[in-house]
């Protein structure tokens, strides 16, 4: 099931799946970050399983380092940063609707603004 997804930031995988939950794990490059981002239709558990950096949640942002955990509401705007090194996250995702299309970019460094955020939609 692994097939390795090429991003701007680094990469992530499928690690499994099944009813109403999907495994992935994703690798940001030392110094990259994902955008600033929410979901409508899931909640996310993030899991730091080696690097450090720094996980962002609705307001709040804790360090990243192996071990730290993150719960992730449905409909918080949440990122992750890697510091020196690659930042590895197992990432678990609940919900209704687990794709690449329920992301809603508020903030990239790669220009992938959704158009939503823009206030297109």
Excluded at 48 to 71: D, H
Excluded at 72 to 92: K, Q, S, W
Excluded at 106 to 116: G, K, L, M, P
């Amino acid at each position: 099931m692994a097939n390795v997804m090429e991003r701007p930031w680094g990469w992530f995988e499928t690690l499994g799946a099944g009813e109403g939950y999907l495994v992935k794990r994703l690798c940001i490059r030392a110094g990259q970050r994902i955008s600033l981002q929410r979901h409508h239709h899931r909640s996310e558990h993030w899991v730091v399983v080696a690097g450090t950096g720094s996980l962002l949640c609705a307001t709040q942002t804790i360090g990243a380092e192996v071990g730290t955990t993150l719960l992730i509401p449905c409909g918080a705007l949440h990122r992750a940063t890697a510091g020196e090194h690659d930042l590895l996250i197992v990432e678990v995702q609940r919900g209704e609707l687990l794709s690449e299309d329920d992301i809603e970019r508020i903030a990239d460094d790669y220009q992938r603004v959704s158009e939503r955020a823009q206030g297109k939609c």
